[in-house]
T-cell receptor
């Protein structure tokens, strides 16, 4: 059973370009979470999604950031018109669902975004 | 201060010694999890303790949870140089996890 997969592992974008980060949850997991980690800091929650639904996006910046988790395919975190401050590691996690009661989340290896 | 704060921020010990890290949080939780992160790498899940549990063990790890004080501790016994990493606690409520800024542990050989 493969773990959470993220790609690309490293992404370099120039200011103003778009960044697309992909996350494939563990098999059987229907809940996906995105977190951002700035250097020397902990992870900060961004968004929580189920298939075709955004459950909680309280951590998402109001502009330029969007996330989706379609019925088929990976979850996508999209950053439009990137700026240097978007440089960070973006981690995706998945869980089997809140019905299990544990909310245990399994993390992917992260995508390190560098904006030049 | 934020939910899930670790203390101390940095800890340096000799190989073979025990390392204790603490975590405090503010709101009610479903569970609390500890993670390890090696420099520049992803997170490794270490242990999950549910809100109705007080203590849990996994190998050289011992985690305690005191919901009345809203605090948890992670004890690593007989530390090894390979334990050098950042350690984060994360509290889970309504699905999402809230992380502290971590404790950086250095174990000197």
């Amino acid at each position: 059973n493969a773990g959470v997969m993220q790609n690309p592992r490293h992404l370099v974008r120039r200011r103003g370009q778009e960044a697309r980060l992909r996350c494939s949850p563990m098999k059987g997991h229907s809940h996906v979470y995105w977190y951002r980690q700035l250097p020397e800091e902990g992870l900060k929650f961004m968004v929580y999604l189920q298939k075709e639904n955004i459950i909680d996006e309280s951590g998402m910046p109001k502009e330029r950031f969007s996330a989706e988790f379609p019925k088929e395919g990976p979850s996508i975190l999209r950053i439009q018109q990137v700026v240097r401050g978007d440089s960070a590691a973006y981690f995706c996690a998945s869980s089997p669902g809140v019905g299990t009661g544990t909310y245990e989340q399994y993390f992917g290896p992260g995508t390190r975004l560098t904006v030049t | 201060s934020q939910q899930g704060e670790e203390d101390p921020q940095a800890l340096s010990i000799q190989e073979g010694e025990n390392a204790t890290m603490n975590c405090s949080y503010k709101t009610s939780i479903n569970n609390l999890q500890w993670y390890r992160q090696n420099s520049g790498r992803g997170l490794v899940h270490l242990i999950l303790i549910r809100s109705n549990e007080r203590e849990k063990h996994s190998g050289r790890l011992r985690v305690t949870l005191d919901t009345s004080k809203k605090s948890s501790s992670l004890l690593i016994t007989a530390s090894r140089a390979a334990d050098t990493a950042s350690y984060f606690c994360a509290t889970a409520n309504a699905g999402k996890s809230t992380f502290g800024d971590g404790t950086t542990l250095t174990v000197k050989p």
